[in-house]
Nanobody, 122 residues
Framework: QVQLVESGGGSVQAGGSLTLSCATS????????LAWFRRAPGKEREFVAV????????NYADSVKGRFTISRGNAKNTVNLEMNSLKTEDTAVYYC???????????????WGQGTQVTVSS
């Protein structure tokens, strides 16, 4: 059974840092792209960052560039999202997604985690 499990969410003050992790199991190949999306209260789900299966390509939403860093674990079937200089507008449920190709579009990913809450207070 395929699973993606996020961890590392929590509450932090603006300007602080958090690191999210996503572990995959089952038929998630190390060659799959792993991405992070988020959904803020009352808003649509939005792309945050992606790492290709080869870990040679990464992409970020403009809103997080320079503050967030996506990285693959040594086993390649895990992905981390280091979030620095957090802002209140980063408050959202963060989801890990896996798919054969790196994309900014949520509908390109068939496999999703349950999400982890990140709350940034002022």
């Amino acid at each position: 059974q395929v699973q993606l499990v996020e961890s590392g969410g929590g509450s932090v003050q603006a300007g602080g840092s958090l690191t999210l992790s996503c572990a995959t199991s089952g038929r998630i190949f190390s060659s799959f792209a792993l991405a992070w999306f988020r959904r803020a209260p009352g808003k649509e789900r939005e792309f945050v960052a992606v790492s290709s299966g080869t870990n040679t390509y990464t992409n970020y939403a403009d809103s997080v560039k320079g503050r967030f860093t996506i990285s693959r674990g040594n086993a390649k079937n895990t992905v981390n999202l280091e979030m620095n200089s957090l802002k209140t507008e980063d408050t959202a449920v963060y989801y890990c997604a896996a798919g054969p190709l790196a994309s900014d579009y949520a509908d390109r990913y068939a496999l999703w985690g349950q999400g982890t809450q990140v709350t940034v207070s002022s």
